[in-house]
């Protein structure tokens, strides 16, 4: 976590001091927080977003306002536009909860927030944040539940413990193993939520629940570059390469080397492989894509149909967005010199379906997205994966 913070106040006389609780601070000195004040005028806050060692262009902030209840503040973005399709997400208690400002609240560049008279610590973001302690806060729910078990897989590099969460059947029993990592790129926040959903829907009631926790093991690497998420880095094209290209020889992060070290060194098989990324800033499409091997490509057809068939909540995966190898981003160009986790995970052991899966940040259609619909979509996803393990027992 990096971060600039500013104050400004106005002590007219000797005899009169400014409160602290009374000054404007605007900060990024909290987990995930990343922006840098490049001046305060009045009500008037000039900022751009951290770049760090992403060296292009790209739009995740994640700022916090203190000392400003009852004021209307405009925030003037001077490195370009850097609003989603619903503008900033916004939490007017300390990042418990998050709401979208809309994009009425935009001007061009800027953005204007109108802080309450009650509010000590308001939040802004790019999207929706989501932190190792919303997956400690689940966890921590949890403790108790013998379907849950959750593992360090390495310490990364700023020395964090880097979480593993093994979900359903995880007593080595299991007929199906599912691969969920996410967080290759610090800023996707919103794959937290959709793996969270995901795993939740393994610990219910109903029937198709207990036949996944009696057959399907989910192995979830959330948090992929954990040092990006908590200190607020972009992540995405980070330099010389990213974590998600980061699986050819000479692997660069702690983590991407202890994600091959594992099935290098315990080779269980693993029928599906996915990979929850949130896709470019006004994207709202749900699609999968998938690597060169055209025969394990192919099985998404099954996965698909399947996630068509069940999905329930409002936000809606198409086939028809899907994005295959060699189509747009998703070709060679991309991954010249270097190695995605999809070309890595297409060799795992028993593997039958490698893909990576896109979710949108603010919207899918014309469908907000907020943290309860991606929990839903995660739920879904976990129901699509088990109608398609079903009928894949040929991997088994």
Not at 1 to 28: K, P, Q, S, W
Not at 205 to 222: L, S
Not at 347 to 363: H, K, Q
Request: aromatic residues 8%.
């Amino acid at each position: 976590m990096r971060a600039t913070f500013y104050v400004t106040g106005c002590i007219c006389c000797c005899a009169l001091t400014v409160r602290a609780e009374d000054r404007l601070l605007v900060d990024a000195d909290f987990p995930g927080g990343n922006i840098v004040v490049e001046r305060i005028d009045g009500n008037d806050v000039w900022v751009h977003q951290d770049q760090r060692d992403t060296p292009q262009f790209w739009f995740y902030w994640n700022l916090r306002v203190r000392g400003a209840a009852g004021r209307t503040l405009m925030f003037h973005f001077t490195q370009g536009n850097v609003f989603g399709p619903r503008g900033p997400a916004v939490s007017r208690d300390g990042g418990q909860t998050w709401d979208w400002l809309g994009l009425d609240a935009c001007t061009d560049d800027s953005v204007t927030c109108t802080i309450g008279d009650a509010e000590t610590d308001t939040r802004l973001a790019f999207a929706i944040p989501y932190q190792a302690a919303n997956l400690g806060a689940w966890l921590e729910r949890r403790a108790d539940n013998a379907h849950v078990v959750r593992e360090v897989l390495t310490r990364s590099d700023g020395g964090r413990d880097v979480p593993l969460v093994r979900v359903g059947c995880v007593d080595g029993s299991a007929s199906h193993r599912v691969l969920i990592t996410c967080r290759h790129h610090a800023c996707e926040s919103l794959a937290g939520y959709v793996a969270e959903g995901l795993m939740a829907r393994f610990l219910e009631d109903d029937e198709e629940a207990v036949w996944m926790r009696e057959h399907v093991e989910v192995i979830v690497a959330p948090l992929m570059d954990v040092d990006g998420v908590e200190e607020g880095d972009q992540g995405k094209l980070r330099a010389p390469r990213d974590h998600w290209l980061d699986y050819g020889e000479g692997s660069l992060y702690a983590e991407t080397r202890a994600l091959q070290a594992r099935w290098r060194d315990n080779p269980q098989p693993v029928n599906v492989a996915l990979d929850v990324h949130c896709p470019s800033r006004r994207d709202t499409r749900i699609y999968f894509a998938t690597g060169p091997n055209s025969a394990i490509a192919e099985n998404l057809t099954s996965l698909g149909a399947a996630l068509e068939a069940v999905q329930s909540g409002p936000l809606l995966y198409e086939p028809g967005h899907d994005r295959p190898y060699g189509q747009g981003w998703n070709s060679a160009a991309t991954y010249a010199g270097v190695q995605s986790f999809m070309h890595w995970a297409e060799g795992l052991p028993g593997i039958g379906l490698v893909a990576t899966l896109e979710f949108p940040y603010a919207s899918v259609g014309e469908e907000q997205v907020t943290v309860e619909t991606a929990l839903r979509f995660g739920g879904d996803l976990a129901n699509a994966l088990a109608r398609h393990l079903q009928g894949a027992g040929r991997n088994r």
